[in-house]
């Protein structure tokens, strides 16, 4: 028995049929310079030019990690070297703050201002006074937080500033495509 169409019939192009031209690949290099040199010649040496920064782009899961990592690391490391100073950790908190919100990817864009001041709490407990037992540590906690809220805020507005700023550029850009 035949089935009948539930779907009708899609004119344009069919699923085999090119799109059209691809555009180009970014930084491709020419086929001729990825050949390699006859043995024996030497090669040539690479074209001296600015060293490029890593910019690597993370899912807002690795965006995540990666903040709170620092941030746990930062916390340690400022409670062995300085002794707890929770204004070197909030000055700490902002570059990471920056790099986690230039570091995302476009589609995880929103996760950047979620996730830090997360991290900013994941790192506290390191540099919080805390006295002795469990209540103690969130006392310490707490007040950590409360009197620091001008760097979480800082480092919070920092990312939601880049942002924004990125996901307008994402937006223009597809407009002119």
């Known amino acids: 028995m035949e089935q009948r169409r539930t779907r009708p ?39 001296a030019g600015p060293a ?22 930062l ?24 790099l986690t919100a230039l570091w995302v990817r476009g589609g995880d864009l929103l996760t950047a201002p979620v996730v830090v001041p997360i991290a900013f709490a994941v790192g506290l407990p390191a540099v919080a006074d805390g006295g002795g037992g469990f209540l103690g540590m969130v006392m310490g906690l707490v007040t950590a937080l409360s009197t620091q809220a001008g760097w979480l805020y800082g480092g919070t507005l920092i990312a939601g500033v880049i942002v924004i700023v990125r996901r307008m550029r994402l937006i223009r850009r597809r407009r002119r495509a």
């Not at 049929?17 to 024996?40: I, N, V």
């Not at 920064?53 to 899961?61: C, D, E, F, M, V």
């Open 9 to 47: 019939r899609q004119h344009g192009t069919s699923r085999g049929a090119p799109l059209g031209p691809l555009p180009p690949q970014a930084r491709r290099r020419p086929a001729t310079a990825e050949r390699r040199p006859a043995p024996g010649r030497p090669r040539p040496a690479p074209a």
């Open 52 to 73: 490029r920064l890593p910019n690597p782009r993370l899912t807002g899961l690795g965006c995540g990690l990666f903040c709170m990592a620092v941030m746990f690391l």
């Open 75 to 98: 916390g340690f490391l400022d409670d062995l070297v300085l002794g707890a100073s929770l204004t070197v950790y909030g000055v700490l908190f902002l570059p990471v703050s920056a």
